[in-house]
């Protein structure tokens, strides 16, 4: 029995997998945002799906409001 973050993540995985634009990673600006953010460019690259990555100190408005465009994943 899984829990809900796995589910979630199984399902993110499928949608990124199967997703036709670039993919946007916003990491945090701290040692495992860094890592996290390195990970994720490095599974992307290797699926061959592009990728636009940015490390922020901290997440505003205008970041939070690009993670809602249509087509934005």
């Known amino acids: 029995m899984g829990s809900k973050l796995e589910s979630q993540l199984q399902i993110a995985a499928a949608q990124a997998k199967t997703h036709k634009g670039p993919i946007r990673i916003i990491g945090h600006l701290d040692a495992d945002g860094l890592c996290a953010t390195a ?22 408005e205008h970041l939070l409001s690009l993670a809602d465009q249509p087509g934005t994943l």
């Open 39 to 60: 990970i994720l460019v490095k599974a992307f690259l290797r699926l061959g799906k592009r990728q636009d990555s940015e490390v922020v100190q901290q997440l505003d």
